[in-house]
Antibody, heavy 117, light 106 residues
């Protein structure tokens, strides 16, 4: 079945970077965009951007421009999201999701990133 | 920037119909979809392209989208439907989520 499996929880200090992975299985990885969404505790969903695994094109929400980088390794069907210059407000669960026909389906299980000194 | 507005909370008695709205400028000209999220879980798609149900989603979930408002309707609500619900739409190549609605089954 189509599945996205993300890397484990991370604890980072302010100013550091974090790189979260998202491994796809059950479909052709290069045929669908991967999007990243985050959710702070008790808050709503916040879209961060998208990446086309076929041609490496990306698009980022303005809020994250300059701090986020989305990449992929097609040989292992894995997408990555790296966020730099971390601050406490970046503490959240980060999700990857496959995008197709105007929807996100499925979603990964989420990765908790905690930013704390 | 484009915004989608949802009521923070909706309450309904078991077996009744719950309606959750999502408002945005000319939203009816875009495709809307809806996600259900239960505590500690990832969001799950329940409606896409305004009114289509993914396989495995019960028939009691339905959707519509016209004018400035998309609506998620849950008929004959059950206790298991208690969750947060988020609408989503695309504005050009950008993705927008509504703020979410907490559905409480009384």
């Amino acid at each position: 079945q189509v599945q996205l499996v993300q890397s484990g929880a991370e604890v980072k200090k302010p100013g550091a970077s974090v790189k979260v992975s998202c491994k796809a299985s059950g479909y052709t990885f290069t045929s669908y965009d991967i999007n990243w969404v985050r959710q702070a505790t008790g808050q709503g969903l916040e879209w961060m951007g998208w990446m086309n695994p076929n041609n490496d094109n990306t698009g980022y929400a303005q809020k994250f421009q300059g701090r986020v980088t989305m990449t992929r390794n097609t040989s292992i069907s894995t997408a990555y999201m790296e966020l730099s210059s971390l601050r406490s407000e970046d503490t959240a669960v980060y999700y990857c999701a496959r995008a197709w026909n105007w929807r996100f389906d499925p979603w990964g299980q989420g990765t908790l990133v905690t930013v704390s000194s | 920037s484009y915004e989608l507005t949802q009521p923070p909370s909706v309450s309904v008695s078991p077996g009744q119909t719950a309606s959750i709205t999502c408002s945005g400028d000319k939203l009816g000209d875009k495709y809307a979809c809806w996600y259900q999220q239960k505590p500690g879980q990832s969001p799950v798609l329940v409606i896409y392209q305004d009114s289509k149900r993914p396989s495995g989603i019960p028939e009691r979930f339905s959707g519509s989208n016209s004018g400035n408002t998309a609506t998620l309707t849950i008929s004959g609500t059950q206790a298991m439907d208690e969750a947060d619900y988020y609408c989503q739409a695309w504005d050009s190549s950008l993705v927008v989520f509504g703020g979410g609605t907490k559905l409480t089954i009384l």
